[in-house]
């Protein structure tokens, strides 16, 4: 004896419908909500709020880098004012290479709290090239950053 195909489809059909019968009587509904309003009162707080580096460090004495430490808070507050003040972002670093042909060096430099950039090893073009005869491979110095474009330029440093 064979069966249909659409037969065969309508008796499965027709059997799937038979356990939702059964239990019909018994299906649970979820309560209703509450619609009493809800008090929820924001709360700003940066995604930075709990970075290590933005917390306060004491000042440590010795020499070399760690006589430079400062606390972070108050390096970047100053550093927000100098940029206020003059629209130059400061920042200090280590030459590490110069190409006068395209006005550019790779610097070794400490955290640039205005830009919130970590110490790295990175190249800055000139914002002239007069500027690469003033150092040598080697000098720590301090130097000022100007926008230009999306990239940032040195225009003038101090050793």
């Known amino acids: 004896m064979t069966i249909q195909f659409s037969v ?3 008796l499965a059909l027709a059997l799937a419908w038979v356990p939702a019968l059964a239990f019909g ?17 924001p709360q700003y707080q ?12 004491k000042l440590t004495s010795g020499s070399g880098k760690d006589a430079l430490t400062l606390a972070a808070g108050s390096a970047a507050a100053a550093s927000t004012a100098a ?7 400061p920042g200090r670093g280590v030459v590490l290479t110069i190409d006068r042909a395209n006005a550019t060096v790779k610097m070794n430099h400490d955290p640039i709290p205005a830009l919130n950039w970590p110490r790295m090893t990175m190249s800055f073009r000139l914002k002239e090239s007069a500027l ?7 000098d720590a110095v301090e130097f000022f950053l100007e926008k230009s474009g999306s990239d940032y330029v040195i225009v003038k440093w101090r050793k």
């Open 8 to 10: 065969a489809r309508q």
């Open 25 to 41: 009587g018994q299906i649970t509904y979820p309560a209703p909500v509450d619609p009493t309003p809800v008090n929820i009162s």
């Open 46 to 57: 940066t995604e930075l709020s709990g970075d290590r580096f933005l917390q306060k460090q």
């Open 83 to 89: 940029t206020a003040a003059t629209g130059l972002i």
């Open 132 to 138: 690469a005869d003033q150092v040598k491979k080697g």
